[in-house]
């Protein structure tokens, strides 16, 4: 029997995707929003919202603050995006944060993410591979550097094209399940 694959055996190349990226940039409405990007001014606050689409909770953080981390803030988050099967929690890798903040800017709205899966222990990760096979096995989301995701009222096949041009690391579109997986890996993109 062949293998689950992994998400990353989808590669594109980075050619194909600079390509790709840079003809969603020509045809799509948000490449004037490109120069907006929070980095264009580092020092602001960068706020979050989110609600987590299985256990109901919601957090709102301002983790970025007079230009840097604010660490009372990533706590709660790391608690937030826990196992919630388990409850285990693992430090969650702040450029997950930045990524999710630049999304939300190039959406140009202020946005709640509804979260449908951040950390995984290796135990969950398992429990899922055995009834999907689009879980991978060295999934990043078990080392807190994945998170799925989508924006409330915002097209998650926008949000893709939008992750895609932004060129921060992984990107994974569910559309059956209506959400995109972001991570700080390689940059990478599949369809599941
Ligand atoms: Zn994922």
New binding site residues.
């Given amino acids: 029997m062949t293998p689950p694959v992994e998400p990353s055996e989808f590669l594109i190349t980075r050619r194909s995707l600079l390509g790709m990226a840079a003809s969603l940039a020509l045809l799509s409405p948000f490449a004037s929003l490109r120069a907006q990007t929070p980095w264009s001014n580092p020092a602001a606050d960068r706020s979050l919202h989110f609600v987590h689409t299985h256990t109901g909770e919601t957090l709102a953080v301002n983790y970025w603050c007079d230009g840097a981390f604010q660490s009372q803030c990533l706590a709660p988050l790391n608690h937030f995006l826990r196992d919630f099967r388990t409850n285990e929690m693992i430090g969650m890798d702040v450029g997950l944060l930045d990524i999710l903040y630049e999304l939300q800017d190039l959406a140009d709205r202020d946005a709640t993410f509804e979260v449908i899966?951040a950390y995984r222990s290796p135990q969950t990760n398992a429990l899922l591979r055995k009834s999907s096979s689009e879980v991978a096995q060295k999934s990043l989301?078990i080392e807190g550097k994945?998170i799925?995701i989508r924006i409330s009222g915002f097209s998650s096949k926008k949000l893709q094209q939008l992750a895609l041009t932004h060129q921060r690391g992984g990107v994974?579109f569910y559309a059956k399940s209506d959400f995109v997986?972001v991570d700080t890996g390689r940059i990478r993109s599949w369809v599941g």
Avoid: E, I, L, T
């Fill in positions: 899966s989301h994945a799925d994974g997986h």
